[in-house]
């Protein structure tokens, strides 16, 4: 009987011709990095094509400092290195400082004018002293939101959602996604108006501190109810996923299979 190991080699070269034909890779550009001249609370609003999106407040006594970072990504064909280096060079952005009623804001605008938008991604990272509430606008990218007081207003799609602080909060949080979990944990002393809903997926509150009021409309997909007698809402939507809400002591604390 011949050995069925000797067809191993056949099935490789097979394999990389595949890959080299119809494949795709991931080309990324180089950080393009920009120091940010800030002191104090700044609320954040980040307007993205596309991708990750990043926030987060840094203690300057570690030595981090304030800044913005993109990092373009093309997801062309393997062998279409060229048109991918060409395509990053199409992404452009800019940060700028702008005053509104809360006081500073920083506004990071990213864009493309590519024929292949739906194939490049630009990654946003923003550090700031202390963020004072956020905006973000993106696709097909996650979001992660670390420490943070004020408003939280966040739309992406096919990408997670995660926003943590050690601060509770008070203000509006609104988070509509698709294809991707939402996972929020927040500090005692959180307060709001609950109107959570998972279309193809489940809903799991833990609420360790203050007082809930359950709406009866309540099931495994949709949660409404009141903490601490709040009155700011706090709308979270998925398509395909699961919404976590956690409020409890140490929030940012996980076990290892990220109980609470």
């Known amino acids: 009987m011949p050995r069925t190991t000797a067809s191993i080699p056949l099935l490789l070269l097979v394999l990389m011709a595949s890959l080299m034909t119809s494949g795709g890779c991931s080309v990324k550009s180089r950080a393009d990095r920009q120091p940010l001249t800030l002191e104090g609370p700044v609320s954040v609003e980040v307007e993205n094509f596309a991708g990750d999106v990043t926030i987060r407040s ?55 004018d590519d024929d292949e938008a739906h194939i490049l991604r630009a990654h946003v990272t ?25 408003p939280v207003d966040v739309r992406t799609t096919d990408g997670d959602v995660e926003l943590l602080s050690d601060q509770p909060l008070r ?58 007698d709040g009155t700011a809402p706090i709308i979270i939507r998925t398509t395909d996923g699961d919404i976590r809400f956690t409020v409890k002591p140490n929030p940012k604390k996980y076990g290892l299979l990220h109980l609470p």
């Open 58 to 112: 840094i203690d300057p006594r570690t030595g981090s400092t304030p800044h913005v970072t993109v990092t373009g990504e093309a997801l062309h064909a393997i062998n279409r290195r060229g048109d991918a280096a060409d395509a990053l060079e199409s992404i452009d952005w800019h940060a700028e400082l702008e005053q509104d009623d809360r006081g500073p804001r920083l506004v990071v605008r990213v864009t493309t």
């Open 171 to 228: 203000d509006p949080i609104s988070i509509f996604t698709s294809e991707g979990d939402v996972n929020v944990r927040l500090a005692p002393g959180t307060s709001g108006d609950f109107d959570l809903h998972a279309e193809h997926g489940s809903v799991s509150m833990k609420i360790k501190s203050g007082q809930m009021a359950v709406a009866g409309s309540t099931s495994n997909d949709t949660f409404f109810g009141r903490l601490n």
């Open 126 to 150: 923003v550090h700031v002293l202390i963020v004072d509430g956020t905006t973000v606008r993106t696709t097909r990218g996650d979001v992660s939101i670390d420490e943070l007081t004020g």
